[in-house]
Nanobody
Framework: QVQLVESGGGLVQAGGSLRLSCAAS????????MGWYRQAPGKQRELVAT??????????DSVKGRFTISTISRDNAKNTVYLQMNSLKPEDTAVYYC????????WGQGTQVTVSS
């Protein structure tokens, strides 16, 4: 099993920045990809960015050039993935979910990001 704990959401004005963190623990040796998804009210959950264990990244077109995903492996028991979000727009407002892919998909509890105009 893998546990994911997110932090870093909040309220920010348009043009501002936030950094989301997701700490993974448990059977992290099984994880090959981690990432962030988001879901705005009335919309489907969508991919924001992913990063593989080899460091290959993938971004949604809507966030390219503004968001950066990175990861740090502190030890064999914990891995943290970050999402640096710059130049935030009101349309970035959503609940952001951390995701890990291993033996199955794992999800965090979600963290709210609100961007005011």
């Amino acid at each position: 099993q893998v546990q994911l704990v997110e932090s870093g959401g909040g309220l920010v004005q348009a043009g501002g920045s936030l950094r989301l963190s997701c700490a993974a623990s448990g059977s992290i040796f099984t994880i090959n990809t981690m990432g962030w998804y988001r879901q705005a009210p009335g919309k489907q959950r969508e991919l924001v960015a992913t990063i593989t264990s080899g460091g290959i990244t993938n971004y949604a077109d809507s966030v390219k050039g503004r968001f950066t995903i990175s990861t740090i492996s502190r030890d064999n028991a914990k891995n943290t993935v970050y999402l640096q979000m710059n130049s935030l727009k009101p349309e970035d407002t959503a609940v952001y979910y951390c995701n890990a892919v291993g033996w199955r998909y794992y999800w965090g509890q979600g963290t709210q990001v609100t961007v005011s105009s």
